[in-house]
């Protein structure tokens, strides 16, 4: 194998990594947010977990996950005017740091 293969190899292999990091930080942060929202909204412990499972999946379709931010809002509207997608947008990037942290954590 050639530096130059070792290195694209090498390449592929972080970008792989990153990746995976990135779905995983996403799913946490859906998972986080949706918690989160599912105590706002007053939900029981079973309709919680539907809700965050429903947050969680949507990772895996990358235009349902952009679709959480405005079914959490909409969702979270409904209750209070308060909530904006905007608003709850800046939550989501606080769980999204939160998130990444925690998939860090459990990769070292």
Do not use: C
């Not at 194998?1 to 779905?23: C, I, L």
């Not at 079973?46 to 405005?70: H, K, L, Q, T």
């Amino acid at each position: 194998m050639t530096m130059f293969e070792e290195r694209e190899r090498a390449f592929e292999q972080m970008f792989v990594h990153d990746e995976e990091m990135r779905f995983r930080a996403l799913a946490r942060r859906n998972k986080l947010a949706a918690r989160w929202a599912a105590a706002q909204l007053g939900l029981n412990v079973r309709e919680a977990d539907d809700y965050v499972r429903r947050a969680v999946d949507a990772v895996i379709d990358p235009e349902a996950d952009a679709d959480v931010p405005r079914r959490l809002a909409a969702d979270l509207g409904a209750v209070s005017s308060y909530w904006t997608e905007d608003r709850l947008r800046q939550v989501m990037a606080e769980f999204m740091t939160q998130a990444v942290a925690e998939v860090r954590m459990q990769a070292s």
